[in-house]
């Protein structure tokens, strides 16, 4: 809730990130007026939602770590977190959509990425299971084909199977 008109934003750093972020000077202090890709991001979001909600001001909520800004969203110390938050990741070991809910696509994509588990169990095959299912689907498709090439013959009146003609009486 806003009931100080204060929208909260949870943000990692302060940080000087050059061109994505300058979030902090020279010593590792906070600016009031951040620069760069992310801060002008946030900058666009939070103009427009001013103009649903206006009198309502901007601030970060800084932390040191991801688990932190996290912690702070979940404890309500923070109302959402920075978009350069683009990547899923775990938070108490669960991923954090399953203790967040999530908002819109940063960038115009959802944040999906393929990587080794961490901490999961994962079951390889043995190299002869791999064999056989590769031979189980190579025989598979030979029987198609050859389903599909009886079929084309039966169609055009030339079987490839016949009946055997009756044994004449000699």
């Not at 940080?15 to 890709?37: I, L």
């Not at 206006?54 to 932390?63: D, E, F, L, T």
């Not at 390889?124 to 029987?143: N, T, Y």
């Amino acid at each position: 809730m806003l009931t100080n008109k204060e929208l909260r934003v949870g943000a990692l750093g302060p940080s000087n990130w050059g061109y994505q972020g300058g979030y902090a000077d020279a010593d590792g202090n906070a600016v009031a007026d951040p620069e760069g890709f992310w801060p002008d991001y946030m900058n666009a979001i939070f103009d427009q939602f001013v103009l649903a909600y206006p009198g309502v001001s901007m601030s970060r909520v800084w932390n040191g770590t991801s688990n932190g800004v996290m912690d702070d969203v979940v404890a309500g110390r923070a109302h959402l977190t920075e978009p350069y938050w683009t990547v899923s990741a775990w938070y108490n070991g669960r991923a954090r959509s399953e203790h967040l809910e999530l908002g819109c696509t940063v960038l115009g994509t959802e944040s999906i990425f393929f990587t080794k588990g961490a901490g999961v169990a994962t079951e390889v095959l043995p190299d002869w299971a791999i064999a056989v299912i590769a031979v189980g689907c190579s025989l598979f498709v030979l029987a198609c084909l050859v389903l599909v090439f009886m079929t084309a013959k039966e169609k055009a009146g030339d079987p490839i199977f016949t009946s055997m003609p009756p044994k004449s009486a000699a």
